[in-house]
């Protein structure tokens, strides 16, 4: 079955130490996100990428970094410049059609805290 | 720019009894809408979806959508809900040519036996 796979489920962080999370996706998607979901803030958007090699950020990118060098693969790290990274992170993707919008799918996840 | 707002935060149901979930949005420009729930410790999963067309939007589980563009509204709304119901549920917006979506703040949804 085709979907989106997150790695690691759950993800710890000492201090000055940067991240990454793994994000693979097999739906042939050309579109990839990155959320962060804190309690009773919804989701957030920190950065998006419509295809290979390029990439743009969101709402909130000021310490994280990304890369898009496989259309399956859009790695998420943490750097240690994010003074507070204890949240729930979420991949998503999405079917670029050429102006037909098409719903994002979403992972399960990568729970981060601090050591 | 846009944004969406769930009014409730937390709605506690009685099971078999029906509920509504209210979302309102903001937009300049003409949208597309969006519900998604998610479970404990899971990714989120598309209920239903509103691109054009009707404005009663079904979706999985028994939950349907009424998009009212007056009112910048899209309630979720379910006849009657069941124990395994109980999950958190979010509605999102996203601008025609935009392919972000901006999401509420959720609402938890508690199934009261």
């Known amino acids: 079955d085709g979907g989106i796979t997150q790695s690691p489920k759950y993800l710890f962080r000492k201090e000055g130490q940067n991240v990454t999370l793994s994000c693979e996706q097999n739906?042939?998607?050309?579109?990839m996100y990155w959320y962060r979901q804190d309690p009773g803030q919804g989701l957030r958007l920190i950065y998006y990428s419509q295809i290979v090699n390029d990439f743009q950020k969101g709402d909130i990118a000021e310490g994280y970094s990304v890369s898009r060098e496989k259309k399956e693969s859009f790695p998420l790290t943490v750097t240690s410049a994010q003074k507070n990274p204890t949240a729930f992170y979420l991949c998503a993707s999405s079917r670029w059609t050429g102006g037909s919008y098409q719903p994002q799918h979403f992972g399960d996840g990568t729970r981060l805290s601090i050591l | 720019a846009q944004s969406v707002t769930q009014l409730d935060s937390q709605v506690p149901v009685f099971e078999e009894a029906p509920v509504e979930l209210r979302c309102n949005y903001s937009?300049?420009?003409?949208?597309?809408l969006f519900w998604y729930v998610q479970y404990p410790n899971q990714g989120l999963q598309l209920l239903l979806k509103y691109l054009s067309g009707s404005t009663l939007v079904k979706g999985i589980n028994g939950f349907e959508a009424e998009f009212n563009k007056s009112q910048t509204s899209f309630h979720l709304r379910k006849p009657s809900v069941h124990i395994s119901d109980t999950a958190e549920y979010f509605c999102?917006?996203?601008?025609?040519?935009?392919?972000?979506?901006?999401f509420g703040t959720g609402t938890r949804l508690t199934i009261i036996p």
């Open positions: 999102a917006v996203s601008e025609w040519g935009n392919e972000k979506l901006t």
């Open positions: 739906l042939n998607h050309d579109a």
């Open positions: 937009s300049s420009v003409s949208v597309y």
